[in-house]
Nanobody, 126 residues
Framework: QVQLVESGGRLVQAGGSLRVTCAAS????????MGWFRQAPGKEREFVAA????????YYADSVKGRFTISRDNAKKMMYLQMDNLKPEDTAAYYC???????????????????WGQGTQVTVSS
């Protein structure tokens, strides 16, 4: 099993940048494909970005493409989401998620992932 803890969320002005971090423990991090999701109040949790075990395959939601960058450091058991040119509509709780590589198929679905963090709040003011 793997445990995930997000951090780095805070209040930021529109147009600003922020990096949120996901720290993993309790498992072999390099065996897990990873994803970032977000959930705004009153809305369903939605896909943001995903990255495979070695970072060779990366996917983004259309809404963040060109503004957000997902990355990982397997030696440090960390995953990152660099968010640039933030918009008020990016306001949400951001969650990291993990699934063993053998089970990673539909990367944009929440049901694909069986390990989740507790979330970190990102608020973008206009």
């Amino acid at each position: 099993q793997v445990q995930l803890v997000e951090s780095g969320g805070r209040l930021v002005q529109a147009g600003g940048s922020l990096r949120v971090t996901c720290a993993a423990s309790g498992g072999t991090f390099s065996q897990y494909d990873m994803g970032w999701f977000r959930q705004a109040p009153g809305k369903e949790r939605e896909f943001v970005a995903a990255i495979n075990t070695i970072g060779s395959s990366i996917y983004y939601a259309d809404s963040v493409k060109g503004r957000f960058t997902i990355s990982r450091d397997n030696a440090k058991k960390m995953m990152y989401l660099q968010m640039d040119n933030l918009k008020p509509e990016d306001t949400a709780a951001y969650y990291c998620a993990a699934v063993h590589w053998s089970r990673w198929a539909r990367f944009a679905l929440t049901s694909t992932y069986n390990y989740w963090g507790q979330g970190t709040q990102v608020t973008v003011s206009s």
